[in-house]
């Protein structure tokens, strides 16, 4: 098995004098850097004190999922002699949060729109939606439901 290994550096800027003394004291706001990439000003979702300028977990988790999905989803394409136009999704999930306060997503929707160049491999465009999904790294390691609507259309 061949392993592919990945780093990040996470970086809790939030102080804002008080430490951690209490929960409504410190921002939740933080950098997520990696090697020679742009930086990714995060925080918690605003239900949990975040800032609601910056990234949060729970919505960097979509754009992960579609984007691992699509790109499998092209390969396959090409793979089959597909042309791909255009591709745009607008993923949504369900987290749901216990009594604890801890929680869990429930399911994820992608909802991608494709343009393809010939009417008669709509069919298959569809289908190679559900390949992707068991080839894509993100989904694999998921475990909550991950669904497509797809939309194909051609040029």
């Not at 069919?123 to 999904?133: G, P, Q, V």
């Amino acid at each position: 098995m061949k392993q592919h290994h990945y780093k990040a550096t996470i970086e809790w800027t939030g102080n804002l004098g008080n430490d951690t003394s209490k929960y409504d004291v410190y921002s939740r706001n933080h950098t997520i850097k990696t090697e020679n990439k742009a930086i990714i000003e995060a925080s918690s979702d605003p239900a949990f004190l975040g800032d609601n300028t910056r990234y949060n977990p729970e919505e960097l988790l979509l754009p992960s999922l579609s984007s691992c999905h699509m790109l499998w989803y092209l390969h396959l394409c090409t793979v089959n002699k597909i042309n791909v136009v255009s591709y745009l999704d607008k993923p949504e999930g369900v987290m749901n949060e216990d009594k604890n306060g801890s929680g869990k997503f429930s399911s994820v929707t992608l909802n991608p729109e494709i343009l393809i160049r010939k009417t008669e491999n709509i069919e298959k465009a569809i289908e190679l939606h559900k390949k992707a999904n068991e080839m894509c790294f993100i989904a694999n390691s998921c475990n909550f439901t991950i669904t497509h609507k797809p939309i194909v259309t051609t040029k």
